[in-house]
């Protein structure tokens, strides 16, 4: 079984927009695989993003801190993160680390989607 | 033929070695000195010193019990016989309980009574299994004993808690696998959900910068993580020996800068701080020993 497992594919909605589906368990270890994945579509120019987090099942600081790490060069290159799939255990984590305000957070890709074209 | 009245203790060695099983055998007397072939009840043992299992024998038959019986040391004790139930039989015998061999080094291995399951022992104390209940002392020769049926009452509120410890590797790769057997353990005995999933992530972040900080990744260095169970709540110990660093030290986390600076690390302490009830850093004997504490009640 992987432990993390990540599909990065491009928005049915808008092909200039990044999809990444996180499934498993994103934590010191795992983050690595994910970190590359992030540069490989910012040396393709690509910087909106959108993360699921629906499949997560384990997230730590290591994780989290990736999102942090990467969020100042995707917003100077006019992109950024937007977060779909939240659920209960990890939307505690956002709160405790005042990721609420930083991030914003969809009920849907749709929804990250049109808030991406009205950027 | 009266009642018993004695109970006669005859061991097959008087200076036995601390932890180690000999075989007793104990008659029930009147009080002419004859065998009572009709006693049959059970009796209490109680040393004046150390340890004694099992704290309980019987049926006796025919007014004789034969069985082994562990004695923990070291010195002189008075190991006191007692019937239980209608009778008032008693008898005791002085024990000169030998410390002699050299004592296992720590962490060592040693198996529950009760059901067998080995744990790495740290230090010589008095365990609960999480497995089977079984409460029993495990001494500095690695043997387990037994403290059914009832520990001495001293001991009780220290085995009101359960321990577990585990050492391991300092490599990332092996977080998801402390993380299980650590949420495997809470959810064994019994504490909610999301006090687990909370002392998952604090430890995980504890273990992590250990393996990232204290030990740069070298892989042929030893984390040691001992948990600490009771009706109050959990602690977790997570120690290295490592440089001193007291992680509890480290900056408050500016998220606005964290962005600006593209940092990716300092999140963990603010995470530890914030799903904790209580951490607190020791240096103690060459270690470095981070203690997170969550209070909350098993079911």
Same mark, same amino acid.
């Given at each position: 079984?992987?432990? $993390?497992?990540?599909?990065?594919?491009?928005?049915? =909605?808008? #092909?200039?927009?990044?999809?990444?589906?996180?499934? *498993?368990? &994103? /934590?010191?270890?795992?983050?690595?695989? $994910?970190?590359?994945?992030?540069?490989?579509?910012? =040396?393709? #120019?690509?910087?909106?993003?959108?993360?699921?987090? *629906?499949? &997560? /099942?384990?997230?730590?600081?290591?994780? $989290?801190?990736?999102?942090?790490?990467?969020?100042?060069?995707?917003?100077?290159?006019?992109?950024?993160?937007?977060?779909?799939?939240?659920?209960?255990?990890?939307?505690?984590?956002?709160?405790?680390?005042?990721?609420?305000?930083?991030?914003?957070?969809?009920?849907?890709?749709?929804?990250?989607?049109?808030?991406?074209?009205?950027? | 033929?009266?009642?018993?009245?004695?109970?006669?203790?005859?061991?097959?060695?008087?200076?036995?070695?601390?932890?180690?099983?000999?075989?007793?055998?104990?008659?029930?007397?009147?009080?002419?000195?004859?065998?009572?072939?009709?006693?049959?009840?059970?009796?209490?043992?109680?040393?004046?010193?150390?340890?004694?299992?099992?704290?309980?024998?019987?049926?006796?038959?025919?007014?004789?019990?034969?069985?082994?019986?562990?004695?923990?040391?070291?010195?002189?004790?008075?190991?006191?016989?007692?019937?239980?139930?209608?009778?008032?039989?008693?008898?005791?015998?002085?024990?000169?309980?030998?410390?002699?061999?050299?004592?296992?080094?720590?962490?060592?291995?040693?198996?529950?009574?009760?059901?067998?399951?080995?744990?790495?022992?740290?230090?010589?104390?008095?365990?609960?299994?999480?497995?089977?209940?079984?409460?029993?002392?495990?001494?500095?020769?690695?043997?387990?004993?037994?403290?059914?049926?009832?520990?001495?009452?001293?001991?009780?509120?220290?085995?009101?808690?359960?321990?577990?410890?585990?050492?391991?590797?300092?490599?990332?790769?092996?977080?998801?696998?402390?993380?299980?057997?650590?949420?495997?353990?809470?959810?064994?005995?019994?504490?909610?959900?999301?006090?687990?999933?909370?002392?998952?992530?604090?430890?995980?972040?504890?273990?992590?910068?250990?393996?990232?900080?204290?030990?740069?990744?070298?892989?042929?260095?030893?984390?040691?993580?001992?948990?600490?169970?009771?009706?109050?709540?959990?602690?977790?110990?997570?120690?290295?020996?490592?440089?001193?660093?007291?992680?509890?030290?480290?900056?408050?986390?500016?998220?606005?800068?964290?962005?600006?600076?593209?940092?990716?690390?300092?999140?963990?302490?603010?995470?530890?701080?914030?799903?904790?009830?209580?951490?607190?850093?020791?240096?103690?004997?060459?270690?470095?020993?981070?203690?997170?504490?969550?209070?909350?009640?098993?079911?």
């Amino acid at each position: 079984m992987d432990l $993390l497992n990540i599909e990065v594919v491009d928005s049915a =909605q808008n #092909a200039e927009i990044v999809v990444f589906r996180l499934k *498993g368990h &994103l /934590d010191a270890q795992t983050v690595r695989e $994910l970190e590359g994945s992030f540069t490989l579509q910012l =040396q393709a #120019a690509r910087v909106r993003w959108i993360v699921d987090l *629906g499949g &997560l /099942d384990y997230i730590s600081s290591a994780g $989290l801190g990736s999102f942090i790490g990467v969020l100042a060069e995707l917003q100077a290159k006019g992109g950024n993160i937007f977060f779909i799939g939240m659920t209960p255990k990890i939307e505690k984590i956002f709160k405790m680390l005042g990721f609420m305000r930083i991030f914003k957070i969809f009920a849907s890709e749709a929804e990250a989607v049109r808030a991406f074209k009205g950027a | 033929m009266s009642a018993a009245e004695q109970l006669v203790l005859a061991p097959e060695t008087e200076s036995p070695h601390s932890g180690e099983a000999f075989e007793l055998e104990v008659l029930a007397a009147d009080g002419a000195g004859d065998v009572d072939e009709s006693f049959g009840g059970e009796a209490a043992l109680q040393p004046s010193a150390g340890m004694v299992s099992p704290a309980k024998i019987g049926p006796f038959k025919a007014g004789l019990w034969r069985g082994k019986v562990t004695l923990t040391g070291p010195g002189a004790t008075h190991l006191r016989i007692s019937s239980l139930g209608g009778g008032k039989a008693s008898g005791d015998l002085l024990f000169k309980v030998r410390d002699d061999k050299p004592a296992a080094k720590p962490p060592f291995n040693a198996a529950c009574p009760g059901c067998g399951l080995t744990l790495e022992i740290q230090a010589p104390d008095v365990y609960r299994c999480h497995r089977c209940g079984e409460i029993y002392f495990v001494d500095r020769w690695a043997h387990s004993i037994s403290l059914k049926p009832r520990p001495p009452e001293e001991l009780l509120d220290a085995a009101a808690t359960s321990r577990v410890s585990l050492s391991f590797p300092a490599d990332v790769n092996l977080l998801r696998a402390v993380r299980t057997f650590l949420v495997a353990v809470l959810n064994e005995n019994g504490y909610q959900q999301e006090m687990i999933n909370d002392l998952e992530i604090a430890a995980d972040e504890a273990v992590t910068n250990v393996v990232e900080h204290a030990y740069g990744y070298d892989n042929g260095k030893t984390v040691f993580v001992e948990l600490r169970l009771d009706k109050s709540g959990v602690q977790v110990k997570v120690k290295d020996h490592g440089p001193a660093f007291d992680p509890l030290q480290g900056e408050v986390v500016n998220l606005d800068q964290h962005i600006a600076a593209r940092r990716r690390g300092g999140l963990g302490l603010h995470l530890m701080q914030s799903l904790m009830d209580r951490l607190e850093y020791r240096r103690e004997d060459g270690f470095n020993v981070l203690t997170l504490t969550k209070h909350g009640e098993p079911r």
